[in-house]
C-alpha cells in the first residue's frame, strides 16, 4: 500500500467521524440512501472485432410500459465522456415531444478512427492522426450492434452518429465513405478536421461536395461546428474550413439535405458539447414538426383519433419510421390520455372511446387508462364492456400492489347492480 492510499484511508475515517459527530447535532439525518440507475452498461463480444466491446445504454423512458409498437432512433456516440449530458438532453427533450424517443448507446474506448492527413493543421502539429482501418468497425455496427439493438431494444432504422474533435473523424468519413449506416451526422469541435483527408492535400470539405453532387437524393443531415475559442488566435483554419464548407454545400440544401457548418459563439473546446448538440436535434427534428398540439389537431374537420393519426402518418414517412403519439405525458395536454377524457367531458363520447382505446392499447400496463376506458363504455352504455374493462383494472392494480381494494370493490358492485336493473 502507497502512501496515497493509506492518506486516503485516514482522510476517508475522519470524515465518517465527523458526521457521525454532526448527525447528533443536527435535526436532520440521512434515514436511506439508495444509488439511481438511469443507463446500463453491456460488454458484448464482437466476432468481427474479436474483442469484447463494452457499450453504455440509455433507454427511453417508456421502453418498459409502452407496447411492442414503439420502435426508436438510435444515436451511437463516439466519445463516452459525453454520455451524461446526450443521455440527459435526450431524456428531457423527448419527454416534451420536440425529438423522438431515442436510445443512446455510448462507444467506449472509440479506437477505430480512420487515418487522415492533417495538411499543415495548427491545431495537430503532426502529419497524420490516428492509425487505424475503420472498416471492421463499420461491420461491428452493421451486423452485429445494430441488430443486437433492433432484437433486444426495438431499435428502428433511423441511426444518428456524434463525435466530437478525434473521433468526429468517424462521424465525417461515414458520411463519406458508409453513407447508407447513419442518417445523421454531427461532428462537434470538428473545424480542424474538415480541413484533413485521406490523403496529402485532400481535404473532407471537397470530399462532401463531391458525395452530394453525385448523390443529391439520399436523405441526410449533417452538423459540423467548432468554438470560437478553438477558430480564432493561432488556428484561424478553424473558422475558414466552416465557412467554406457553409458556401460549397448551401447550394445543396433541400427536402433531402439539412446541414449547418458554423463557428459557435462564446463557446470553448468541448463546453461547446451541450450547446451545439441542442441546436443539431433542432436542425434534425425542428419545433415545428415534433411540438404536436393536440387540441389544435382534433379541432380540425374530422374525427378527432383520425386527425391525430394523419399528423403523425405524415410526420412517419418523412422520417421513414413509425411515429406514434404520445399516450401518457408528464403535466401537458398534448397526450391521448388528456384529449379522451377530455372528450368524454365534453359529451363526444364515441370519439372519446375511439382515443381512450388507443391510449389503452400503446400503454397496456395502464391502470388509469383501463379506468377512464370502463367510464367511457359505461356513458355509451356498453355496461358488459366496462364491467369487463374495470375487471381487469382491479387484476392490474393487484399485480402492480397499487390497488385500492374497497374503491375497486364498490365500483364494480355498482356497476353489477347497475347491468342487473338494466335486464329486469
Known amino acids: 500500500m502507497n502512501y496515497k492510499h493509506i492518506f486516503c484511508i485516514i482522510g476517508l475515517l ?14 436532520l439525518s440521512v434515514k436511506k440512501s439508495e444509488s439511481l440507475c438511469y443507463a446500463q452498461q453491456e460488454i458484448i463480444h464482437s466476432k468481427i472485432l474479436n474483442e469484447e466491446r463494452k457499450v453504455n445504454i440509455f433507454l427511453p423512458e417508456g421502453f418498459y410500459t409502452e407496447s411492442s409498437q414503439h420502435t426508436y432512433p438510435v444515436l451511437i456516440l463516439l466519445e463516452d465522456e459525453f454520455f451524461h449530458m446526450v443521455s440527459g438532453v435526450v431524456k428531457h427533450l423527448s419527454s416534451v415531444e ?5 436510445i443512446v448507446v455510448s462507444i467506449i474506448e472509440m479506437s477505430y478512427i480512420p487515418t487522415v492527413y492533417t495538411n499543415g493543421s495548427t ?6 492522426l490516428s492509425d487505424e482501418n475503420p472498416k471492421p468497425f463499420t461491420e461491428y455496427l452493421k451486423n452485429e450492434l445494430f441488430p443486437y439493438l433492433e432484437k433486444n431494444y426495438r431499435a428502428n432504422d433511423f441511426s444518428m452518429v456524434m463525435g466530437l474533435s478525434p473521433t468526429s473523424i468517424y462521424a465525417l468519413h461515414s458520411f463519406i465513405k458508409e453513407p447508407d449506416l447513419f442518417d445523421a451526422h454531427i461532428a462537434i469541435a470538428a473545424g480542424d478536421i474538415l480541413g484533413m483527408g485521406y490523403k496529402e492535400g485532400e481535404r473532407f470539405i471537397e470530399l462532401f461536395e463531391d458525395k452530394l453532387k453525385n448523390d443529391s437524393k439520399r436523405k ?11 477558430g480564432g488566435g493561432n488556428s ?25 457548418s458554423k463557428i459557435f459563439p462564446n463557446e470553448g473546446h468541448y463546453d461547446v458539447a451541450l450547446p451545439a448538440f441542442i441546436e443539431a436535434l433542432e436542425m434534425i427534428f425542428p419545433k415545428e414538426k415534433w411540438s404536436a398540439r ?10 378527432a383519433m383520425e386527425n391525430i393519426d394523419n399528423y403523425f402518418k405524415t410526420l412517419s414517412t418523412e422520417y421513414g419510421f413509425k411515429i406514434l403519439p404520445k399516450a401518457e405525458r408528464w403535466n401537458s395536454v398534448n397526450r391521448l390520455s388528456w384529449i379522451g377524457p377530455n372528450l368524454l367531458k365534453q359529451g363526444n363520447t364515441i370519439e372519446a372511446i375511439e382515443v381512450i382505446e388507443r391510449w389503452v392499447e ?13 367510464k367511457a363504455y359505461e356513458a355509451n352504455g356498453r355496461l358488459d364492456e366496462a364491467l369487463s374493462i374495470l375487471r381487469k383494472a382491479h ?22 347492480r347497475k347491468i342487473a336493473k338494466k335486464k329486469n
Open 98 to 102: 420536440r425529438i423522438p424517443e431515442t
Open 220 to 230: 441526410r443531415y449533417l452538423y459540423v461546428t467548432s468554438s470560437d475559442a478553438d
Open 123 to 128: 491545431f495537430w502539429p503532426t502529419k497524420q
Open 294 to 303: 393536440y387540441r389544435d389537431i382534433i379541432k380540425e374537420e374530422g374525427n
Open 236 to 260: 484561424p483554419e478553424i473558422q475558414e474550413n466552416l465557412e467554406e464548407l457553409e458556401r460549397k454545400l448551401t447550394p445543396y440544401i433541400s427536402d433531402n439535405f439539412k446541414f449547418i
Open 14 to 27: 475522519s470524515f465518517h467521524k465527523l458526521i457521525i459527530a454532526q448527525q447528533g447535532k443536527d435535526k
Open 395 to 416: 387484476q392490474l392494480s393487484l399485480e402492480l400492489k397499487t390497488e385500492q381494494l374497497d374503491k375497486y370493490e364498490s365500483q364494480i358492485n355498482q356497476l353489477e
Open 362 to 374: 400503446y400503454s397496456p400496463e395502464s391502470e388509469l387508462a383501463l379506468k377512464e376506458l370502463a
